[in-house]
């Protein structure tokens, strides 16, 4: 048998004018997908809802670091002061009545609601009422280094207008030293 003589290489350039020259032939229909086991969700429309969920989630956290920080007194050791954040509240709803409080360092305080005295017991205040039978107070705290304090009342007084008082404590002494007012709606 005699060699046949080898075919030359292939011309890749030859070879892709065939390729580009052929005619293109359309895709077969696909099938429908399959029903998913969440009826149906599709991939965008998870990606919307994880995207939409995201979102809020931002604002209700920048909402509530707002609101922690509204009403909020700027940090003053040579001055007390006592300011709310909210000059209304409902009574015994879910709204927090949040204070602020500045003071030097060192000072031991309490905020009370409604109060014209405090009696304390160790580190917990009791608010002597000023009209009514019902005041609150919090707990005895010390003014930090940064000469501001922050609290929230949940408010369980009748509606009217009530002072909210910052208290000094020196020893066994109370004294009033700020006030402000809010007022309580039905």
């Known amino acids: 048998m005699p060699d046949e003589p080898s075919a030359p290489p292939p011309d890749p350039y030859e070879y892709g004018f065939d390729v580009a020259q ?14 998913r086991r969440f009826g149906g969700i599709s991939r965008d429309t998870w990606k919307w809802t994880l995207g939409a969920l995201a979102v809020l989630t931002t604002i209700a956290i920048t909402r509530g670091v707002q609101a922690t920080r509204e009403g909020s007194l700027k940090p003053n050791c040579g001055r007390f002061q006592v300011k709310v954040a909210e000059h209304s509240v409902v009574s015994r709803g879910g709204q927090l009545l ?3 409080a500045t003071s030097a360092p060192g000072v ?23 009209v ?28 009217g207008t009530y002072p909210v008082t910052l208290f000094r404590v020196d020893g066994s002494a109370v004294r009033p030293v700020a006030s402000t007012t809010v007022k309580v709606t039905p």
């Open 22 to 35: 052929r005619r293109r032939q359309p895709l077969p229909e696909m099938p429908e997908e399959p029903r």
């Open 98 to 100: 949040r204070w602020s």
């Open 132 to 159: 009514g039978a019902a005041g609150q107070a919090s707990r005895l705290e010390t003014m930090g280094r940064g000469c501001l304090g922050r609290g929230s009342f949940g408010v369980l007084l009748p509606p």
């Open 108 to 130: 031991r305080y309490v905020v009370a609601v409604n109060a014209t005295s405090v009696t304390l017991e160790g580190t917990v205040a009791t608010a002597v009422p000023a």
